[in-house]
């Protein structure tokens, strides 16, 4: 077990990997993990509010349908019993699915996601549904709506939790959920962890399927794993990647093996650090740990070295126009309809979608084609783009400006359609988390996640637990 399941006897503390083991062996019961996440979430949800909605009942029922699974040899898979939490756009037929909109309070699913049947073939139980920002359509986390989830690293003032994954981020730092889903268009799954202080994997576009996921930008959400370490994020990566009918995107990926490659290092490996130009405007505290964890990745056999891209990262912040044109495909109408109860931030990002023309949707696809080959050729023999996740630490709640997204360093990944891991790496002086983020090129998880594995073993930042875990 590693040190926060060695000094506790409470299952709801305990990492995915080590719930996992346990109740494969017999010794932990998933009725007793289920009893001791509920006990949480009914103790600390009041003022987190993480979760939309909690299936309290039916966890309980599928957790004693495990135990007896398992006591009887018939585990069907090696997380059979284990806990997760999913975000609220993740169908699950016969529940309500909000998408984190007031508007759509009584939505309910008529299908299920492929990712949900996956993991329910795979034994897992789904604790609930997280809050989200409304449609997946911002940064911060904020939910004027449906109410903003209380990030657990600062109990006396509300800060960002990071979004849109936002319930997810939160749920998984508190422990009220030893892992979750979230999604990514532009960083809703980094950010979240940033954040809050946990490991989260950005895929490649495809990779996971988004069938029954409620879509914001078609060509760029991506569904990914929400955990304490690196190697839960395998484990869940490996559960939810492959084709699926249903998607095209998916059509012709074929699953890789994440956790056949997580150990074997980083010795050798070339570790892009980020352009000189891009440190403008971070916060000291992101770029002394930054600078920290090249300094480990370096100690560990990683050669660090320059790239040279034509572009700066913060670039990719202002190049919107594909989402702004997707997501007003998808959201649009309901944006114009003034009944329609919307967050005023969300409603505006929607309506500016309405100002682009062919033109400029196209002139960005033409730009993405052409940004993906320079990046191409500058990665030719480049393993991963190391940089902060984010500039800042989580700000106060009252002092976000909704005009400013604080996705500087994630956003060219989804355009780039590459692959990325955002994970802790340090702290500011009054206990805020820091994070550092692993891009690799698209399909390359695997690798993202074994550099993101030999960092946690050489460090302990990820086993950190907030004020509000106790």
């Given at each position: 077990?590693?040190s926060?399941s ?14 996992a083991r ?23 949800e ?6 939309v909605d909690?299936?309290a009942?039916?966890?309980?029922l ?21 806990p997760?939490?999913?975000k609220d ?19 309910r ?7 949900a049947?996956r993991m329910?073939?795979?034994?897992l139980?789904?604790?609930g ?14 939910n004027?709506q ?6 657990p ?14 319930g997810s981020g ?12 979230g999604?990514?268009t ?29 879509p914001?930008?078609?060509s ?5 794993p ?5 190697e ?7 559960v939810l990647?492959?084709p699926?009918e249903?998607?095209?995107?998916t059509?012709?990926i ?14 050798g ?5 980020m ?12 770029l ?6 090249l ?11 320059d790239?040279?891209l034509?572009?700066p ?14 997501a007003f ?19 505006a990002r ?6 682009l023309t062919?033109?400029d949707y ?8 052409q940004?993906k080959?320079d ?28 005009d ?6 994630t956003?060219?990944g989804?355009?780039m ?11 500011t002086a009054?206990g ?9 090129l698209g ?12 960092f946690q073993q ?13």
């Amino acid at each position: 077990m590693d040190s926060a399941s060695r000094i506790s006897t409470d299952p709801a503390l305990w990492p995915a990997h080590v719930l996992a083991r346990e109740i494969a062996a017999r010794k932990l019961s998933p009725v007793d993990a289920v009893e001791a996440l509920l006990a949480r979430i009914e103790r600390l949800e009041p003022k987190l509010h993480a979760f939309v909605d909690i299936y309290a009942a039916d966890a309980r029922l599928a957790a004693e349908a495990a135990d007896k699974a398992i006591r009887a040899g018939h585990a069907v898979g090696p997380l059979h019993g284990v806990p997760i939490a999913l975000k609220d756009l993740i169908d699950l037929e016969g529940r309500i699915t909000t998408g984190g909109s007031a508007h759509w309070r009584g939505r309910r699913s008529t299908m299920t996601a492929t990712i949900a049947k996956r993991m329910f073939a795979q034994g897992l139980i789904v604790l609930g549904k997280t809050h989200t920002v409304e449609f997946a359509y911002g940064g911060w986390g904020t939910n004027e709506q449906m109410g903003t989830p209380w990030n657990p690293w600062d109990e006396a003032v509300p800060h960002t939790p990071g979004g849109s994954s936002s319930g997810s981020g939160v749920a998984v730092a508190a422990r009220l959920s030893p892992w979750a889903i979230g999604t990514d268009t532009g960083g809703s799954v980094r950010l979240p962890a940033a954040f809050c202080g946990i490991t989260g994997l950005k895929v490649t576009i495809g990779r996971i399927p988004v069938t029954g996921i409620i879509p914001l930008s078609a060509s760029l959400d991506t569904p990914g794993p929400m955990a304490r370490s690196v190697e839960d994020c395998a484990l869940l990566y490996d559960v939810l990647q492959g084709p699926d009918e249903a998607d095209p995107n998916t059509r012709g990926i074929m699953p890789e093996s994440p956790m056949a490659t997580l150990r074997r290092g980083v010795r050798g490996l070339r570790l892009a650090r980020m352009p000189q130009r891009d440190r403008d405007g971070c916060d000291e505290d992101v770029l002394a740990a930054y600078d920290r964890s090249l300094t480990t990745l370096a100690g560990l056999g990683a050669e660090i070295v320059d790239i040279d891209l034509p572009w700066p990262l913060a670039h990719f912040t202002t190049t919107s126009g594909i989402v702004m044109a997707e997501a007003f495909f998808n959201g649009g109408a309901m944006a114009q309809d003034a009944s329609a109860p919307l967050d005023p931030a969300v409603r505006a990002r929607f309506l500016a979608g309405a100002q682009l023309t062919a033109q400029d949707y196209l002139a960005t696809k033409a730009f993405q084609a052409q940004a993906k080959r320079d990046l191409a050729t500058a990665m030719a023999d480049i393993d991963a783009l190391l940089t902060p996740t984010t500039v800042t630490p989580a700000i106060p709640l009252d002092a976000v400006d909704q005009d400013v997204m604080p996705s500087r360093f994630t956003r060219f990944g989804n355009v780039m359609e590459m692959c990325g891991l955002s994970l802790p790496n340090g702290f500011t002086a009054s206990g805020l988390p820091l994070s550092l983020q692993i891009s690799c090129l698209g399909y390359q998880e695997a690798m993202a996640l074994r550099i993101g594995f030999a960092f946690q073993q050489a460090t302990e930042y990820h086993l950190a637990t907030p004020p509000m875990v106790t």
